[in-house]
């Protein structure tokens, strides 16, 4: 007579150690019993055998056989082997015992799983950090037993004073808190288990900002037109640059206005210069971070000439453009929404310049940190930063000069919006 049993076997997570049991009945002739499966990491209890207090030692010798117990089952042998089963097969015992025979109990176990290594998506690309950001490489591993795990840097051991490396069941975490140059390059985590190892590399590449363009000269200065031409930063931040950014500035005013944005050659003619008025130029670098923090800027002033021209003077009378302040545009009465801030707009022509007084409820508000007034070229604008009820009232622009003086003024209201 022999009994044979089909285990079909469980799907299981990474790491899990397949120990299994199932009853087997009293073989019947050509009869087949298929062991139950097991679910998790449980296992089947066995029958007639106590909890132990603690675990026997390997080397103590097996009790004498009693009658009571039959002896083991003979000739057990695998019949045939599929992608999710095994077929075994095996001999009645000899010896059934005194209290009868009740079945068999099928087990079987999986050995130890090679290692590998799951590196995540975001992982599989260069990661990229700015200096003084966080480095964080957590890798999943699994390996039954649990493997051990190693880090590299560049082929080297890590700095133990600057990484910290903490190494759980099924992965393993790579922290730097603050992140520097220096610590760009390939870190290779090692999954080691029993001869067998998985390797993984991941490269990191710490950036910043780069350092402004090196010298530049104002090449030629001809009608509109300036030509300009500068050296590349010695350090461009751990990376490619994406380009230049190119400024003018005319001296009159001093306020700088971005002509090109990532320029990648390395000389450029601004054009469209105003006659008669004298430019400065500064140059940015560019890279992920941003712009450089400093900019390489023109020693000498590029001077627009008038063109010479030869005409006959004629007579004329000097035209008188002084004239008193009067606005071309009001200012116009405006609702608000507490915590938003707001502006208030008017124009206003004179000559000279007027100078420009805001006004709240007939009371002179220059000065008070809530208020932002600008004046540019006879636009005059009144920011309320983030107002309240209080705020609301009527504000007035008064534009004063040695002509004259002239006043526009509007009704704020601040109103809570409805809550419901």
């Not at 910290?164 to 393993?172: A, E, H, I, L, P």
Request: glycine content about 8%; overall charge negative; some cysteine.
């Amino acid at each position: 007579m022999t009994g044979k049993a089909t285990s079909e076997a469980p799907a299981r997570g990474p790491g899990e150690t397949a120990s299994e049991s199932a009853d087997v009945g009293p073989p019947e002739p050509s009869g087949k019993v298929a062991a139950p499966e097991s679910t998790g990491g449980d296992q089947a209890p066995k029958p007639q055998e106590p909890a132990p207090q603690a675990p026997a030692p390997a080397a103590t010798k097996p009790a004498p056989p009693s009658e009571d117990v039959p002896s083991a089952p003979l000739l057990l042998a695998v019949e045939d082997v599929s992608e999710s089963s095994v077929a075994v097969s095996w001999e009645p015992p000899e010896r059934l015992g005194k209290l009868g025979f009740q079945g068999y109990v099928l087990e079987l176990r999986r050995e130890g799983e090679a290692p590998k290594i799951r590196v995540p998506r975001h992982l599989r690309q260069t990661y990229i950090r700015q200096v003084g950001e966080t480095i964080n490489l957590q890798i999943p591993f699994q390996g039954n037993p649990k493997p051990q795990a190693s880090w590299t840097h560049n082929g080297h051991a890590l700095d133990s004073q600057r990484v910290n490396v903490r190494t759980g069941d099924q992965d393993s975490i790579l922290f730097i808190r603050s992140a520097q140059r220096s610590d760009s390059g390939c870190y290779e985590l090692t999954a080691q288990l029993e001869g067998l190892e998985a390797k993984a590399a991941i490269n990191v590449l710490v950036i910043e900002k780069p350092g402004c363009p090196g010298t530049i000269r104002l090449l030629d200065v001809w009608g509109c037109n300036a030509a300009l031409e500068w050296t590349p930063p010695q350090d461009t931040g751990g990376t490619e640059l994406l380009g230049y950014t190119v400024q003018k500035a005319d001296k009159k005013t001093g306020q700088w206005f971005t002509v090109l944005e990532r320029y990648h050659p390395t000389t450029c003619t601004v054009s469209d210069l105003i006659v008669g008025n004298s430019y400065s130029f500064r140059v940015f670098s560019e890279n992920l971070c941003g712009l450089s923090e400093s900019a390489a800027v023109t020693k000498e002033l590029a001077h627009i000439q008038k063109t010479d021209t030869v005409a006959k003077p004629k007579s004329f009378v000097e035209r008188d453009f002084s004239e008193a302040p009067s606005f071309t545009q009001p200012l116009a009465d405006h609702t608000s929404t507490p915590g938003y801030s707001t502006q208030l707009f008017c124009s206003v022509r004179a000559s000279p310049k007027p100078k420009i007084i805001w006004m709240k409820n007939k009371m002179d508000i220059q000065g008070d940190p809530r208020y932002r007034a600008l004046s540019e070229q006879g636009v005059c604008t009144l920011e309320i930063r983030k107002p309240s009820p209080f705020d609301s009232g009527v504000y007035t622009c008064k534009a004063v000069n040695a002509l004259g003086e002239a006043a526009v003024d509007c009704r704020l209201e601040v109103k809570a919006s409805a809550t419901h």
